[in-house]
């Protein structure tokens, strides 16, 4: 089974910057196939990021990037505000059981 650990996040002011770790290990997966949502409390998660696209909200101020040989992605995340509150998680798809995982995730609040 593929599993993925989350690391980074943190209490940040608004207009602050934390960058989000999510390592990959066990079996067959595409790092090229992970990516980066989030869930704001009372919301349902939402996509952030992936290789190639970014939800609006975030466009020009987060970036996603990939260390294939860490097997790691990697979400920066610069000018944050308030509304970027919420636990963010990485996905990744299981080729081994045909099934998309998800990591523990990791909270990130933005005070004002």
């Known amino acids: 089974q593929v599993r993925l650990v989350e690391s980074g996040g943190g209490l940040v002011q608004a207009g602050g910057s934390l960058r989000l770790s999510c390592a990959a290990s066990g079996s067959i997966f595409r790092i090229n196939d992970m990516g980066w949502y989030r869930q704001a409390p009372g919301k349902q998660r939402e996509f952030v990021a992936n290789i190639i696209s970014y939800t609006d909200s975030v466009k020009g101020r987060f970036t996603f990037s990939r260390d294939s040989a860490k097997n790691t992605v990697y979400l920066q995340m610069n000018s944050l505000k308030p509304e970027d509150t919420a636990v963010y998680y990485c996905?990744?798809?299981?080729?081994?059981?045909?099934?998309?995982?998800w990591g523990q995730g990791t909270q990130v609040t933005v005070s004002t």
């Open positions: 996905d990744a798809f299981d080729y081994s059981t045909d099934q998309r995982v």
